[in-house]
């Protein structure tokens, strides 16, 4: 069973574009969930995604959105980007929402750098 | 308010030592589940152990154990005789209502040769 795949790997912005992020989890899984990491703050949770509506979000500004596909696929867009969104974001996905074994795997992340 | 906290930053140690990361939870959730995680280099979060809040007993798998104390809100991780390829940063996370995994700052383990 193929894993949770994230594209692209790497990226380089500059201060003021937007970008997309992709995620395709593991198939079957529905839910989608979206972090951030930075050294500085850590593993920050951004949003949630279950059967194409956002069901969770984090303390983020609303320049991180997203979205889900009916093939469970997510895209997490930032737009005007600053110097402080350089990070790896990381993609997990899982079957359901949180059942007592429903276990979260995560993708290898894209690493975000803003110039 | 949900929350994770792992004191130790970095941590080294000589190979075959055995050394303990700790985590301590804070929730206000009667059912929650806590995690480790492994992040090597390459950057994928790797599971290593699930424990939900009704099960106290201690873990043990190969090399890794795990220590789980609702009295003291702590779930500590310890590695027996340490190998190099255990060198990571290892996160603890804390899931309670929801899908949302709080994480901890992590440990970074260096294991020198």
């Known amino acids: 069973k193929a894993g949770v795949t994230q594209t692209p790997r790497y990226l380089i912005k500059t201060r003021g574009q937007q970008v997309t992020l992709s995620c395709s989890p593991i198939s079957g899984h529905r839910s989608v969930s979206w972090y951030q990491q930075t050294p500085g703050q850590g593993l920050q949770f951004l949003f949630e995604y279950f059967s194409e509506t956002q069901r969770n979000k984090g303390n983020f500004p609303g320049r991180f959105s997203g979205r889900q596909f009916s093939n469970s696929r997510s895209e997490m867009n930032v737009s005007t980007l600053e110097l402080g969104d350089s990070a790896l974001y990381l993609c997990?996905?899982?079957?359901?929402?949180?059942?007592?074994?429903?276990?979260?795997?995560f993708g290898p992340g894209t690493r975000l750098t803003v110039l | 308010a949900q929350k994770v906290t792992q004191a130790q930053t970095e941590i080294s140690v000589v190979e075959k030592e055995d050394v303990t990361l700790d985590c301590v939870y804070e929730?206000?959730?009667?059912?929650?589940?806590l995690f480790w995680y492994k992040q090597p280099p390459s950057g994928e979060l790797v599971f290593l152990i699930r424990?939900?809040?009704?099960?106290?007993q201690n873990e043990i798998s190969g090399r890794y154990s795990w220590n789980f104390q609702k009295s003291t809100s702590s779930f500590n991780f310890t590695i027996t005789a340490s190998q190099v390829v255990d060198s990571a940063v290892y996160f603890c996370?804390?899931?309670?209502?929801?899908?949302?995994?709080?994480f901890g700052t992590g440990t970074s383990l260096t294991v020198i040769p």
């Open positions: 997990a996905s899982s079957f359901s929402r949180g059942g007592a074994w429903d276990e979260q795997f």
């Open positions: 929730t206000r959730d009667t059912t929650y589940y």
């Open positions: 996370a804390l899931r309670g209502t929801g899908n949302q995994f709080y």
């Open positions: 424990r939900n809040s009704f099960d106290e």
